[in-house]
């Protein structure tokens, strides 16, 4: 697939120039990805896949999460195996993880959840040695972003996701970063936003095109992936993303996504006694 035969007419108004260029399938995902899946995924660097959780199932992991996070927040946990916290607050004053590791590890129904075979086909995709690492990294993440007095996690500024290899010490990586909705994710709630191809960018681009977390402006190039509660999302890495924030405000803005923990090569686990990396204490340090 050339990068020109995803170029389409405009169809919706009110999005960015590059949604009104590039019109993306229905994807659903089965047993394997499709050729055709393959192909949008490693020329255009993102995809969406329709459904790929009942409401039923959505509704579950999001009572837990709430629950895992009155639980961290009662026992006034600043880290989780060596991974800081994010806690906002909520206009009433109770606080709130707004990004929460290790969720498979502590809830169980996120754990189990992470069983669907349809995992595998996506571990596969990414490589021969490719595996769900629940303990390693920051396990299965869930970000929780709401647009309100209060909370500390309403925008995240343009970064990829190869700067942490650098800080891990590792060769910048193709990563597939995987992401599945909890709430609705619209436009209006901001969205992920990605530029599409750049994963494709010599390494100075990937590492100097744009001010890491700093830069939080609009890019011209920028694409909304808009998903309902259920989808997943993949996008490469290597892309330049950032989640805008929303235009609306209060729990209308609330947008909550888990993001899987793809590794590979030597098994690195964490635990209680794990040190917090260097990544996370400069990103203290800049306040971003």
Avoid at 6 to 23: C, Q, W
Avoid at 119 to 146: Q, S
Avoid at 187 to 201: A, D, N, T
Wanted: aromatic share 12%; net charge neutral; glycine share 8%.
């Amino acid at each position: 697939m050339a990068q020109t035969e995803v170029l389409t007419r405009p169809k919706k108004r009110g999005l960015p120039s590059a949604n009104l260029l590039i019109d993306m399938p229905e994807f659903e995902l089965g047993d394997r990805f499709t050729p055709e899946q393959r192909e949008w995924l490693d020329e255009v660097g993102f995809i969406r896949f329709k459904g790929f959780a009942k409401p039923e199932t959505v509704r579950q992991l999001g009572l837990e999460q709430e629950e895992l996070s009155r639980r961290w927040v009662r026992e006034d946990r600043k880290t989780l195996f060596g991974t800081p916290l994010i806690v906002g607050k909520q206009p009433g004053g109770e606080g709130y993880v707004q990004r929460m590791p290790f969720c498979s590890v502590f809830g169980e129904k996120h754990h189990e959840f992470l069983k669907d075979p349809r995992f595998r086909t996506i571990c596969e995709f990414a490589g021969p040695d490719y595996r769900v690492g629940e303990k390693e990294r920051d396990g299965l993440v869930i970000n929780h972003y709401r647009n309100e007095d209060g909370s500390v996690f309403s925008q995240q500024g343009w970064h990829t996701d190869s700067l942490r290899d650098v800080f891990y010490l590792e060769k910048p990586r193709r990563y597939l970063n995987v992401g599945f909705y909890l709430d609705d994710s619209h436009l209006e709630k901001g969205s992920v936003r990605v530029i599409p191809f750049s994963h494709q960018q010599s390494t100075w681009n990937l590492l100097a095109r744009k001010r890491y977390f700093l830069d939080v402006e609009a890019d011209p190039a920028e694409y909304v992936i808009e998903a309902d509660a259920g989808d997943l999302t993949i996008h490469d890495g290597r892309c330049w993303h950032r989640v805008a924030k929303a235009s609306v405000s209060g729990p209308a803005s609330q947008r909550r996504v888990m993001y899987l923990p793809l590794m590979e090569g030597p098994l690195k686990e964490k635990d209680e006694n794990s040190r917090m990396p260097l990544y996370f204490r400069l990103r203290r340090f800049a306040k971003f």
